[in-house]
């Protein structure tokens, strides 16, 4: 469904991807895993078209992405979670998921997603009408998710959902990843630190070190392996 | 009390025009941080627009009201024009530099569209036409409102409240308010960002070029050099009010036109213009957010 095919990336002078290739099949949900600064934000701003590589190739379904605008690419069918949430603080929460469905005409699907995701976390319909900016950390990414489905995506990318959350905040987001996987055939492309849990609800997993792709495996795999055992699960 | 009613209308006159104008600083503003030094000098064109259109509709024989209607809208579309193209070649190829360069590339056009004007037209003083008509129960009242200004005070109520529904409800009021907090989330989310700020300078130079219109056929004279002094003092409302906040700049429009016509009216006209910056100066000192505006650091 997407390829990165060694993709280089610049932020001037600084090499942020060297040759990164990256295969996301359909249905699947895979893992990008890798330290402060390896290159994981950029890998997906890039399939997002807002870090533009320098050379290689992003596929989506046999469209090249290199140069097609970001509106396109959420045309397209890939909605991005970024890291930090990135709620609009002084818009309501209401608003902010209106914005998640900014480029559909559906009205009535809408209104159906919009019950869905209100089910998958109740919170937000009770927060509703308060600013974004206001709500927890916990409820911003829950906002942030819930923003990003209302697209309807096929392809839904994330940037570190469990940065600063209760780990039973964490618990119950990675399962509600799960659920949409499953249930909508949601294909996950999961940018993570918290590598246990990653690899725990992942098919597949990348290991990136100084924008490299240095390991690939499936999760079950990369669990048992003893390099990411040491560097990354903290045992 | 009627000295006191009539310093109240005309200050009221006064912060409508503020108002128009201010209203395209500070949407500009809130979308790209950009003061765009050039706005009064739509405002100008939108007036040299009408002045032209009204001179030639007026020999093909149409009623005053027709006129003013006609030469107005076609000054606003004209202006939003000049405001999309300001936009496209000063603006957006400096879009991503240091944020002085977009500053001198705006004072460079404010320049450049005074210039053109003054060589395209004349350096002299043109009377305007007195294109709003004369509305007779105006006359019922104890003190002095000129239909001019009734019109100018309503239409600009009017212009207004489209405005704040529009960005309150509409899809696009609402992805302008994305941009303005987040540019890379409303692009992340397909927000046509270069389109929305497109559409800000559309708007905020055709409701410019509305003030320029309407002002003109109330003080009957126009040259190439109005937008300047009203460019500023347009600037000044929306500071004070809070730039980047569109009820403040309404609110620190009319603020600054009560200030300027009691301040004429009961201490000296001769410092009419320098109320606006003395407040200018208070409110950098006392409250640099402005009365309406959000601290500084916005951006989370
Ligand atoms: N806007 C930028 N300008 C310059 N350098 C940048 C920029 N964004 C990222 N970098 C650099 O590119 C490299 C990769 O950054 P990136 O944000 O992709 O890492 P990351 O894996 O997401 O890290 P983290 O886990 O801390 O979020 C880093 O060395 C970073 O300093
Ligand atoms: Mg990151």
Do not use: C
Not at chain 1, 39 to 65: C, H, Q, W, Y
Not at chain 1, 133 to 157: D, F, K, N
Not at chain 2, 9 to 36: F, H, K, P, W
């Amino acid at each position: 469904m997407l390829e990165l095919s060694a993709v280089n990336a610049f932020y001037g002078r600084i090499q942020a991807l060297k040759d990164v290739s990256i295969r996301v099949s359909a249905g699947e949900i895979i893992t990008l895993i890798g330290a402060n600064g390896a290159g994981k934000t950029t890998t997906l701003m890039s399939v997002s078209g807002i870090v533009r590589p320098a050379s290689g190739a992003i596929m989506f379904e046999d469209r090249n992405l290199n140069e097609v605008e970001p509106d396109q690419i959420v045309a397209a069918g890939i909605s991005h979670v970024p890291e930090g949430r990135r709620i609009f603080p002084y818009l309501t929460v209401q608003e902010n998921l209106d914005l998640g469905a900014y480029l559909r005409r559906d009205r009535a699907a809408v209104r159906t997603d919009l019950d869905y995701v209100f089910e998958l976390f109740p919170i937000l319909s009770q927060r509703r009408h308060q600013p974004g900016g206001t709500l927890s950390g916990g409820e911003q990414q829950m906002l942030a998710i819930s923003r990003a489905l209302m697209a309807r995506p096929r392809l839904l990318l994330l940037d570190e959902p469990s940065l600063g959350l209760a780990p039973l905040i964490v618990q119950q987001i990675f399962e509600i990843l799960g659920q949409i996987n499953r249930e909508n055939g949601t294909t996950i492309f999961l940018v993570e630190q918290n590598a246990y849990m990653a690899l725990r609800v992942a098919h597949r997993g990348y290991v990136m070190e100084n924008g490299s792709i240095v390991l690939t495996d499936d999760s079950t795999v990369l669990l048992e392996n003893e390099q990411v055992k040491s560097a990354y699960l903290g045992v | 009390m009627n000295y006191f009613l009539g310093l109240f209308v005309s200050g009221l006159t006064r912060g409508s025009i503020y108002a128009l104008l201010a209203l395209g600083y500070t949407m500009v503003y809130g979308i790209i941080e950009l003061i765009n030094f050039a706005h009064g000098e739509i405002y100008m064109i939108g007036a040299f627009t009408a002045l032209i259109l009204a001179s030639v509709l007026s020999i093909a024989g149409l009623d005053a009201i027709s006129i003013l209607v006609i030469a107005s809208l076609v000054a606003m579309i004209y202006s939003a024009a000049y405001g999309f193209t300001m936009e496209k070649i000063a603006y957006k190829p400096v879009r991503n530099s240091q944020r002085l360069s977009a500053l001198i590339s705006a004072i460079g056009m404010s320049l450049f569209l005074q210039n053109y004007v003054r060589l395209a037209q004349t350096s002299n003083f043109l009377p305007f036409p007195t294109l709003i008509p004369r509305l007779g129960f105006l006359q019922q009242l104890t003190f002095q409102v000129t239909s001019a200004q009734f019109v100018i005070f309503v239409t600009t109520t009017v212009v207004m409240i489209l405005l704040t529904l529009l960005i309150k409800f509409s899809r696009v009021g609402k992805s302008m308010r994305a941009a303005s907090q987040d540019k890379t989330m409303a692009m992340l989310l397909g927000v046509n960002v270069n389109r929305v700020i497109a559409l800000t300078f559309v708007i905020g130079s055709a409701t410019a070029a509305l003030g320029g219109v309407l002002i003109s056929s109330f003080t009957g004279q126009i040259n190439f050099y109005i937008g300047f002094m009203a460019g500023i003092k347009a600037f000044v409302a929306a500071v004070l009010g809070g730039i980047g906040s569109i009820p403040g700049a309404v609110l620190g429009s009319f603020v600054l036109g009560w200030t300027e016509s009691f301040g004429a009216g009961y201490i000296s006209s001769d410092y009419e213009d320098v109320f606006a910056f003395a407040i200018l100066v208070l409110i950098l000192i006392f409250k640099p957010s402005g009365l309406l505006g959000r601290p500084e650091n916005k951006k989370v």
